[in-house]
């Protein structure tokens, strides 16, 4: 049962009990790590990017290998279907946001560029938000304790840490020069799927990239999906942004505070100090 391929399994519905109780705890995991390991030094924060990274790109490949070896798709009964389902473009090939960050992760910590760290958090904080409240490839389709569930749970949840964690850790600043970054990286994604969606349509009809043919079931036609994502996407990425900054003057206003205490307290130490040397004297 845990590796099985269970289609239409309507106990794990959208916004169930359990699917609540997914989104409470893993949101709430990534969350409370990244703030827990946002002190670490650069060579530590290093570390976390390639334990992150291996999670990511490991269990990609894992559940591509599953979805072909327990013929996944629901057609597959032989081998000659099994070796079928692997070049199925709709199944294998990563043009999926969250699918894309598997391998944009990796690369982003191997080449261990600011620019593209730059570009990459506010994405992953998008992508993995957007995935628990919207988890299209496994709800309504395997039970909630199975392998393609908490697979899936895991890697989002590894992704939505690292976006966050890039903030906490101040390995990014959000800034309005850091905009063009994150928008021409997402310009490139999107239009890598809008292209992908438009060549692999005509083999697999099925095909739903960034879910811009099929817009979530609403029946727009593709090019009013896609503005629509967009639109969202954007709205997400300001919404961020505003987060960003309210965490920034919440901090700054504490650390200011802070200071001011201490300056007090050293303050009243010398005036002590100063106080005990006059009555030593007397």
């Known amino acids: 049962m845990f590796f099985e391929y269970l289609k239409n399994f309507d106990d ?80 294998i090939l990563p043009f999926q946001l969250c699918s894309m960050l598997c391998f944009l992760i990796p690369i982003c910590v191997m080449l261990n560029k600011q620019w593209m760290y730059n570009a990459l958090a506010p994405i992953c904080v998008i992508a993995g938000f957007l995935y628990f409240f919207f988890p299209d490839g496994i709800i309504n389709r395997y039970p909630p304790f199975s392998f393609r569930v908490l697979e899936s749970m895991l890697v989002h949840t590894a992704i939505l840490f ?77 919404a961020v942004y505003g987060i960003c900054q309210l965490c920034y003057k919440l901090s700054a206003i504490y650390q200011e505070k802070k200071q001011q205490r201490l300056a007090v307290a050293i303050e009243g130490n010398i005036t002590q100090e100063e106080n005990n040397e006059k009555d030593n004297k007397k």
């Not at 790590?33 to 650069?42: C, G, T, Y």
């Not at 290998?65 to 389902?85: C, H, L, M, P, T």
Request: charged share 10%; proline share 2%; hydrophobic share 55%.
């Open 162 to 238: 690292y976006g966050i964690y890039l903030f906490t850790s101040k390995k990014v600043v959000f800034k309005l020069k850091n905009m063009r970054e994150v928008f021409a990286s997402a310009a490139v994604l999107f239009g890598i799927a809008i292209i992908m969606n438009v060549i692999i349509t005509n083999f697999d009809p099925n095909v739903d990239f960034f879910y811009m043919m099929k817009g979530f079931g609403l029946g727009l036609h593709p090019a009013v999906n896609a503005i629509i994502i967009a639109l969202v996407g954007t709205a997400l990425f300001f």
């Open 12 to 91: 794990y519905s959208l916004f169930s009990t359990t699917h609540i109780l997914h989104i409470v705890f893993c949101i709430a995991i990534a969350i409370i790590l990244a703030i827990v390991l946002r002190k670490l030094n650069s060579k530590h924060q290093r570390i976390v990017g390639i334990v992150i990274a291996s999670v990511v790109i490991t269990l990609h490949i894992a559940t591509q290998v599953w979805r072909a070896a327990s013929f996944a798709d629901g057609r597959s009964k032989g081998i000659i279907e099994s070796v079928a389902y692997l070049v199925m473009p709709n199944e």
